[in-house]
């Protein structure tokens, strides 16, 4: 997405892709229902995040890469 700038790192991003990943897998498999929906989409939402490299949470926090508060 060339109109955000990302603002989490690329360990930040490979760590969501991995745990987001796992939620996707083991959510559905692991929690008993409704929880285990919710945990895939978490999951999912993870993932994205991840591989556009921009969360909109961090954002609204006013987090960014390599900032310190």
């Known amino acids: 997405m060339a109109f ?6 690329r360990v930040q991003q490979v760590v969501r892709i991995v745990a ?9 498999l692991m929690l008993a229902a409704p929880w ?3 945990a ?3 999951g999912i ?10 969360c909109p949470a ?10 310190r508060s």
């Open 36 to 38: 285990n929906w919710l």
């Open 20 to 28: 987001g990943a796992t939620f996707v897998v083991i959510g559905p």
């Open 45 to 54: 939402g993870m993932v994205l995040t991840g591989f556009i490299g921009w």
């Open 58 to 67: 961090c954002a609204v926090a006013g987090i960014g890469k390599g900032e």
């Open 40 to 42: 895939a989409a978490a």
């Open 4 to 9: 955000y700038r990302n603002n989490i790192g």
